[in-house]
């Protein structure tokens, strides 16, 4: 049945968070680039949660330092320095950041403040050195129009990027610095968003604002989209790292899905006359209900002297095995609690079994071991008794809450549209001033530079590349969609290429390659201006930039002249493309004579066929209507 998302009361509001394109980081003056090297050093730490000022701790903080973790630090000297480690203090806020942030917040009608004060808001898993990430709010109560409707825009912010994971273990997660500390623009809207199409709508309106500063990156993971959700009797649900514009829709979609389910099994919990305190119960042990189990799982924990622990869910037969959003039912939510929380691989539940080697007998003595009912469901987990009863003690209250409704939570994306369990949701004790850093002040005089040089709002750009370029308006508002109107415009202006060939290269050619499967966003900018600089000065062939991108996307670290070189797209001289034609006109000269001038349509086929990407098709054009008209007097 389709939802009515105005009868459910969706409200969203957008967090997005880009890569700004600087020549140092946010609090020193390390390049901000990802290193492709070695580490040259390495450094082991665990992060604490500590109080903030009113005597509080973090849940979310808290909740990552239960899982126990160590951190394994990566650095080298190219991207990183004492700062990014947390044995130098910061330095002062770089203000090139400053003045990007800036222009985006007097972009989007957000009224400067007048002292910037970096603040720490708490992070402690393990993405930052020091257990907070430093932010700081720019502006604040701006608007944007998108459509008919005005976005309220709450602040805009800088902050710095976390540090890149590179690999986790069962203890030990290992992150590069490299990416820390990378200046972020953060923009937050207020959630009067009622649709998924209409958040897709302000991501991408206020992704062109960013990209209309000049001063952004591009890229995956360089733009990231947080989601705020609500339903009516839900709950308020952030669902972190939104990369792919297009899978905003399909995240917000999914998640109403999920509210409602879990609405519809709180309120037959309810008719079922669940109670909270059902749920305080004692764990038990089972390990002798699988003494002589033939689960391959549960027989390795028994062999190396583990517990097999259990609890019963009263209630709950039946409900595990709900579909809550595609490839996630309650029974995988609850396992994702008992894993974070109990450090555990998984959970077993009886609305699964019998299977993975466990028997109709053994299911039937765990029941009337755990002394469930029929309406009741047990889960159990086989490992180290502590790890066990903190995995089993996340499950109950995971049941408790389901049967209260939508518990609040941080979600993560993933890249089917889906979401996974990420963390509890922050509390107000997260964040806390940042004292080694002093305030700026923000003058009128400061504002008055800014706002003398602003860049073109989008809507303007779109009509000046209609007018300016003579593309069409569906051409020139792809380019405005994309991230190239820059470059777009750079190319043009630095070589002789047509706009349109420029625009259609930058637009649908990329997106059709992306579609495919070729990581387009490796290809870097500066490789695409080399491509059409060699196209314009003769040294290539423009049906040789699909095949040049798609190996620069595996390459690259390479140039434009080294895949030119390898893949032999070096454009051919007129004396031997002029050889070639006459040698296929000698294969087909009964076609010639056949239909003289007629002929050009086939013979150009055959020609681009073999030589597409090495030579121009006006030039092959040329030569064969020379010589068919020679050949068929």
Known sequence: MKTSYEEVGLKVGLEIHQQLNTTAKLFCNCKPELSKDEPETTFLRRLRPTQSELGQTDPAAYFEFQRGIKIMYEADKKSSCLVEMDEEPPHSLDRESLDIALTAALMTNTKPVDEVQVMRKTVIDGSNTTGFQRTCVVGLNGEIRVGQKKIPI???????????????????????????????????????????????????????????????????????????????KGALIEIKGVQELSAVSSVLKNEVTRQLK?????????????????????????KEVFKNTRCKLLRKALDRDQHVLAVRLPKFHGL????????LRLGTEIADRAR???????????????????????????????????????????????????????????????????????????????????????????MYPE??????????????????????????????????YGLNRKLARQIMDSH?????????????????????????????????????????????????????????AKEALPELAIWLS?????????????????????????????????????????????????????????????VAAASVNKILKEKISRHSR
């Open 320 to 327: 595990l095995k709900i579909e809550l959003m595609p490839n």
């Open 435 to 468: 004292t080694d850093i002093p305030p700026v002040q923000i003058t009128a005089k400061h504002i008055s530079r800014i706002r003398s040089s602003l860049p073109e709002m989008p809507e303007q750009r779109l009509q000046r590349l209609a007018k300016d």
């Open 154 to 232: 709450q602040h805009i912010g800088l902050e710095e990027d976390a540090a890149r994971k590179i690999g986790e273990t069962e203890d030990t997660i290992t992150y590069r610095i490299d990416r820390l500390g990378i200046p972020l623009l953060e923009v937050a809207t207020a959630p009067v968003m009622e649709f998924p199409e209409e958040a897709a709508k302000v991501a991408l309106a206020v992704g062109k604002i960013l990209r209309a500063t000049g001063r952004v990156q591009r890229g995956l993971g360089t733009i990231r989209q947080d989601l705020n959700i609500s339903i009516r």
């Open 484 to 540: 190239y109107a820059g470059l777009f415009e750079t190319i043009v202006k630095e070589s002789n290429t047509t706009p349109t060939t420029a625009a259609v290269f930058l637009t649908e050619t990329l997106k059709a390659l992306k579609r495919d499967g070729t990581q387009v966003e490796n290809v870097s900018e500066n490789q695409i201006r080399e491509a059409f600089q060699r196209l314009s000065s003769g040294q290539l």
């Open 554 to 614: 595996k390459h690259p670290e390479k140039t434009v002249k080294d895949c030119i070189e390898i893949l032999k797209l070096g454009m051919l001289s007129e004396d031997e493309v002029a050889k070639f034609i006459e040698d296929v006109i000698q294969e087909n000269f009964i076609l010639v004579q056949k239909l003289k001038e007629k002929a050009l349509g086939p013979l150009m086929g055959i020609v681009m066929k073999k030589l597409r990407g090495r």
């Open 340 to 430: 974070f929380w109990g450090r555990v691989g998984g959970i077993f539940h009886t609305d699964e079994l019998p299977a993975y080697g466990i028997t109709v007998q053994e299911l039937e003595k765990l029941k009337e071991t755990a002394k469930a009912a029929d309406e009741d469901a047990v889960v159990f987990v086989a490992g180290d008794k502590e790890n066990a009863l903190d995995a089993l003690g996340a499950a109950l209250n995971r049941a408790e809450e389901a049967v209260k409704g939508v518990p609040e939570e941080t979600r993560t994306a993933r890249p089917d549209g889906t979401t996974r369990y990420m963390r509890p949701r922050p509390g107000a004790a997260r």
């Open 262 to 286: 879990l609405l519809e099994i709180s309120e037959h919990l309810r008719k079922m006359k669940a109670r909270k305190e059902d749920f305080k119960q004692n764990i038990i042990d089972v």
